[in-house]
């Protein structure tokens, strides 16, 4: 099989010819690649060069099936000032900005800023960030995913990014932690409005373009967690988005994955019913509490567990034997491999050593075969 076969066949509940192996290395490149430290025998190499070099799949993750757009009369200006970027929206109702600082070491290792200043910040904020998703609209782009598939080819299989659930992008993106559960409880009306306008134009703008589309695997849903998307709220404004969302892909032959590189060990049973094909990314112990053994005897196979390697692993501060140990462990724990897609949760940062992906890749092709023994 190849990196793709072995992928469709996982999320077939298929068994592969032996376990996949696909991690994330955009970080650890671009970072070298700016430092202009990348290893000699990668000198002058791609990013999928460097992925055929050592033998590992792609993640796929650049394919796009539609573009996000405003429509008048909002319009999104962007500035940059002393370090700062700085983005207003402008509606007939008002105005929102947010700030994002830089450091020199977010620019040195080609990260994102770190926002200072969410859209929303007050009650009258709420009508104003209403009118820029009733204005919000999701264009299709199929044609250019058709042509990233084929360029991704047998190296992998593109995961296509949707996005994040709207109670969360509303918490996280749109208000930030720090305030939004004071929000919740001293603007609950709006929040709770502005909740459900989202979801009914994700519902009826943002839906049909995914359902339509090429692509085969949807990533819907980032870092929702124990500690910011408890129990009590992801069932009260998470699991019955994705009780619509989740059948509808499923009718037409997608499968639907969510990023899960945070602690979910309190929302396993959330994350069953809300019927993720797969949790992707998906990050255990020493990083957070959960381990792959508890997430086995809680999910059996019936959910697709892609990660297993927590980024700190890759670090020098690590022990080389206890790296190594951690990867046959972790083998023996999902054995014979089922619903199994090894990978670096969630990403290979730019100080790991790329000695040990390569040899995890090393290990997995004279000892991945399935079926595995324990």
Not at 9 to 25: K, T
Not at 91 to 110: A, H
Not at 290 to 300: D, I, K, S, Y
Not at 361 to 367: K, S, T
């Amino acid at each position: 099989m190849n990196h793709r076969e072995r992928q469709l066949a996982i999320l077939a509940h298929q068994p592969p010819d032996r376990i996949p192996f696909v991690p994330r290395l955009e970080l650890w490149y671009q970072a070298h690649v700016l430092a202009k430290s990348l290893p000699t025998r990668f000198a002058g190499m791609s990013l999928r060069q460097v992925e055929a070099a050592i033998g590992v799949a792609t993640t796929g993750r650049f394919g796009r099936i539609f573009e996000k757009t405003l429509e008048p009369p909002v319009t999104k200006e962007v500035t940059n000032e002393a370090g700062k970027r700085i983005t207003h929206w402008h509606t007939p109702v008002g105005s929102v900005r947010q700030v994002e600082g830089y450091s020199d070491n977010l620019t040195r290792d080609g990260l994102p800023g770190r926002v200072e200043e969410y859209p929303i910040k007050r009650a009258e904020d709420y009508k104003v960030w209403e009118y820029v998703i009733q204005h919000t609209h999701w264009q299709p782009r199929y044609d250019e995913f058709r042509q990233y598939d084929a360029e991704i080819g047998h190296d992998g299989l593109p995961i296509v990014e949707a996005g994040d659930v709207p109670f969360h992008s509303l918490i996280l993106d749109t208000i930030g932690y720090d305030d939004a559960f004071y929000h919740l409880l001293d603007y609950q009306e709006e929040f709770e409005h502005l909740l459900a306008v989202m979801h009914e134009v994700e519902r009826y703008r943002l839906w049909p373009v995914i359902a339509a589309s090429p692509a085969k695997l949807i990533l819907h849903g980032i870092h929702l967690s124990s500690q910011f998307t408890p129990p009590p709220l992801y069932r009260e404004y998470i699991l019955p988005y994705y009780r619509e969302f989740v059948p509808l892909m499923h009718a037409v032959g997608k499968s639907v994955t969510m990023h899960a590189d945070n602690d979910t060990s309190l929302i396993m049973s959330e994350l069953e019913e809300s019927g993720f094909d797969m949790l992707e990314c998906f990050i255990t112990a020493p990083m957070v509490p959960l381990t792959m053994q508890r997430a086995r005897e809680v999910w059996g196979n019936r959910m697709i567990l892609f990660g297993g390697l927590p980024s700190v692993l890759f670090s020098p501060h690590i022990p080389e034997a206890d790296f190594r140990a951690y990867v046959v462990d972790l083998l023996a724990t999902v054995a014979p491999g089922d619903a199994f897609i090894m990978g670096v949760a969630d990403n290979v940062m730019p100080d790991s050593l790329i000695e040990r992906v390569e040899w995890v890749e090393d290990y997995l092709e004279a000892h991945g075969t399935y079926p595995l023994s324990s």
